[in-house]
Nanobody, 116 residues
Framework: QVQLVESGGGLVQPGGSLRLTCAAS????????MGWYRQAPGKEREMVAS???????KYSDSVKGRFTISRDNAKNTVYLEMNSLKPEDTAVYYC??????????WGQGTQVTVSS
């Protein structure tokens, strides 16, 4: 069993920055891939970024060059550094984890609002 807890969301002005944190507990050593997804009301949940245990990363085109995902395996924690934020980035951001046994776990989500 894996538990994921996100933090770091909030209200930020356009052009500002936020750093999201996701801490994993439980059987965290079984996690291969960790990632960030986001969902706005009436929209599909979309992948934002992902990172493997080895450190390979992928980003959606909409955030590439602005967001950076990183991981600290010793702390079982993944981060999402968000820069040059736009109103279109407003959403609930969810952390997820994929284990080597192909089990998927989700965090509770943290709200990010980009507005003047």
């Amino acid at each position: 069993q894996v538990q994921l807890v996100e933090s770091g969301g909030g209200l930020v002005q356009p052009g500002g920055s936020l750093r999201l944190t996701c801490a994993a507990s439980g059987s965290a050593s079984s996690i291969n891939v960790m990632g960030w997804y986001r969902q706005a009301p009436g929209k599909e949940r979309e992948m934002v970024a992902s990172i493997t245990r080895i450190g390979n990363t992928k980003y959606s085109d909409s955030v590439k060059g602005r967001f950076t995902i990183s991981r600290d395996n010793a702390k079982n924690t993944v981060y999402l550094e968000m820069n040059s934020l736009k109103p279109e980035d407003t959403a609930v951001y969810y952390c997820d984890a994929l284990t080597y046994e192909y089990r998927v776990y989700w965090g509770q989500g943290t709200q990010v609002t980009v507005s003047s």
